[in-house]
């Protein structure tokens, strides 16, 4: 059986990584037979990242490249429904959720002060607390550089509040009135937005963003929408 690796979950979510939380809900929509383990820091995978699989004796690691092997190896296509443009489409907004508005959620989380305790005992919970006492300040020197090597880090927090709002302005614009981003059922693109979204709105992190999103009311019911077609149980 597939056993998929994600980071530990917290508050309602199957887990605190929009990657991952993407992935459980692209295995879900596939209906891929699985076993979904917990794992307490990324490090276990090929790529030192969350989230990874093991399947027929391989070890695969980003979302992204998992999702293409669920497609060949299990011939699934979450995106089966769509057009061609509106494959493109969505994987341009997919591309604009997680690699640019993804960078403001990880400065949110681990460089505002107010935040840093609650992130040291959510996302780095599950490891044992002496080790997270050394970890934990070696991971938010890593994190820091990276935000710095996107180029996101080298902003103000005022300029990222600014480039998140206009990427959250413009998903908003994408969704419209529609129940789905593209097409009439959900997709990879829908997962996507929900991942990040959820992992915004119903976190107890301190984040403008929180209030971007409710400013437009079709993405908070687009949220709810998901989790109740994709997570009936999760109340």
């Known amino acids: 059986m597939l056993k998929a690796y994600h980071l530990p979950g917290r508050w309602g979510l199957p887990s605190v990584s929009p990657f991952c939380l993407k992935l459980d809900a692209v295995l879900r929509m596939a209906h891929v037979e699985h076993q979904s383990l917990t794992a307490s820091t990324p490090f276990g995978g090929p790529k030192k990242k969350a989230p990874w699989i093991e399947h027929d004796g391989r070890k695969i690691g980003d979302s992204s490249l998992i999702i293409d092997y669920l497609k060949d190896?299990?011939?699934?296509?979450?995106?089966?429904?769509?057009?061609?443009?509106?494959?493109?489409?969505?994987?341009?907004?997919?591309?604009?959720?997680?690699?640019?508005?993804?960078?403001?959620?990880?400065?949110?989380?681990?460089?505002?002060?107010?935040?840093?305790?609650?992130?040291?005992?959510?996302?780095?919970?599950?490891?044992?607390?002496?080790?997270?006492?050394?970890?934990?300040?070696?991971a938010r020197r890593g994190v820091a550089k990276q935000l710095q090597g996107h180029g996101m880090g080298l902003h103000s927090p005022q300029e990222i509040e600014a480039i998140a709002q206009r990427d959250i302005t413009a998903l908003a614009a994408i969704l419209g009135n529609k129940d789905w981003f593209f097409g009439g059922a959900p997709g990879l693109a829908d997962a996507t937005v929900y991942s990040l979204l959820a992992n915004i709105l119903h976190?107890?992190?301190?984040?403008?963003?929180?209030?971007?999103?409710?400013?437009?009311?079709?993405?908070?019911?687009?949220?709810?929408?998901?989790?109740a077609k994709v997570y009936p149980d999760a109340g």
């Open 73 to 138: 190896r299990f011939a699934v296509d979450i995106d089966a429904h769509l057009t061609e443009e509106e494959r493109g489409l969505a994987t341009a907004t997919g591309r604009m959720v997680e690699e640019n508005l993804y960078w403001a959620m990880v400065y949110d989380r681990w460089q505002r002060p107010e935040n840093w305790p609650i992130l040291k005992q959510s996302v780095l919970g599950d490891i044992p607390a002496p080790a997270r006492a050394i970890i934990a300040p070696i």
């Open 203 to 227: 976190v107890p992190f301190d984040s403008p963003m929180k209030d971007m999103i409710t400013q437009h009311p079709a993405l908070p019911a687009f949220v709810d929408r998901f989790r």
